[in-house]
């Protein structure tokens, strides 16, 4: 090689080595085109592997700024179901009651009573509505009342957001109803037995005239075996309910201000189910009217006592992840 050339070699080998370390400083991705017209014979530096497409299963795997939070023995419902024939209510764990036997007009329960229809005022758009119809007389009434389909509660978090009415949709107010939100035993002859309940009374009921929220825990189902609170309000509209079942105590909330406490006798001793309800103590005159109980969303975690500000965030995260429905109990 003549000397001219070895002088030109080494000038191109020696701007070589300083555009290869700028490659490297720089991530190789401004100057690769420059280093591939510079070598064309030699082989193209290609992206980083930090710039490269990823690979399916990787774009299939949320980032963990979108993946949902990884909870276990939680229950979460927003009721996005498009009725009580739906098969998604059943595959979810719930069922709609039209067994006979009270409380209530006795074996007046019905399917024909419990909807899901658009609310405005619903978080997410969407509620269960549990409605009781009556013209004053026993065969014109039907009652409401969702179920869960297994016992898979006892200690833990309940909350659901439930709207409460003062008065009938159509018809004349007075009747003495019941608005409920209640844990159970699957049965009655179940020992040991426990019952956590939510009752709304706006008309009262039982000889008292006065608009009341019962709260009350059950420890039999012997007459008066149990521990209760009377909270004498009108709540015509939507409230947070809350039960904290944990440590041997039991806690009701309204709206995050508790109502009380029991101790370990009358807090759960057992697996129970969970229900919403709305049914009639008695027919105190003729007329048709129409009442709705409304339920936004329900949400229990085993297991775990938490405050109202942990159930809205997760509540809220999992409205606006779309998330309608999530069961890990057990998982």
């Given at each position: 090689?003549p000397?001219a050339s ?6 191109r080998?020696?701007?070589?080595l300083?555009?290869f370390l700028?490659l490297v400083?720089g991530?190789g ?12 014979s030699?082989?193209t530096v290609g992206?980083?592997?930090t710039?490269?497409a990823p690979?399916?299963a ?7 700024s979108t993946?949902?939070p ?5 229950l ?5 179901y ?5 098969p ?13 036997g ?6 007046t329960?019905s ?12 978080q ?6 549990l409605q009781?119809r009556t ?9 409401s009342?969702l ?5 898979s509660?006892?200690n833990?978090?309940?909350?659901a ?5 003062d008065g009938?949709a159509?018809g ?7 608005e409920s ?10 020992t040991p ?11 009262g ?10 709260t009350?825990?059950w420890?039999s189902?012997a ?6 609170h009377?909270q ?7 409230h947070?309910?809350?039960?904290t079942?944990q440590?041997?105590r ?9 109502i009380f406490t029991?101790?370990?006798a009358?807090s759960?001793r ?9 049914w009639?103590?008695d027919l105190p005159?003729?007329?048709?009217r129409?009442w ?6 329900f949400?229990?975690?085993?297991g775990k006592?938490q405050?109202?500000?942990q159930?809205?965030?997760a509540v ?6 779309g998330?309608?429905?999530?069961n890990?109990?057990g998982?």
């Open positions: 090689m000397p070895k002088s030109t070699s080494r000038t080998k020696a701007f070589s300083v555009l700028v400083a991530g991705l401004a100057l690769g085109p420059l280093w591939a017209v510079l070598h064309p030699g082989r992206p980083s592997k710039g490269a690979s399916a990787a774009a299939r795997t949320p980032s963990a993946r949902r990884a909870t276990s023995g939680l979460f419902d927003a009721f996005h498009t009725g009580p024939s739906d998604a209510l059943q595959a979810h764990g719930w069922q709609v009651r039209t067994s006979a009270g409380p209530g007009i006795s074996s329960w399917s024909s009573g419990v909807s899901f229809p658009s609310v405005a005022s619903a997410g758009g969407q509620a269960m509505q009781v013209d004053g007389t026993r065969p014109g009434t039907t009652q009342e179920r869960s389909t297994q016992s509660f006892q833990g978090t309940y909350a957001r439930v709207y409460f009415t009938p159509v004349q107010n007075g009747d003495h109803i019941n939100f209640y844990t159970i035993s699957p049965s009655t002859t179940i037995y426990s019952e956590l309940d939510y009752e709304y009374l706006p008309n009921g039982w000889g008292d005239p006065r608009s009341v929220l019962d009350v825990s420890h189902t007459q008066g075996d149990r521990v209760y009377p004498y309000t009108r709540l015509h509209g939507w947070l309910l809350t039960i079942a440590d041997g039991t806690t009701y909330a309204l709206d995050g201000n508790t029991n101790d370990a009358h759960p057992g697996p129970m189910d969970v229900e919403f309800s709305t009639l103590i005159f003729t007329g048709d129409t709705n109980m409304q339920v936004n969303w949400y229990y975690q085993a006592a405050t109202l500000q159930i809205q965030t809220s995260h999992y409205y606006t992840s998330t309608y429905y999530l890990t109990l998982h």
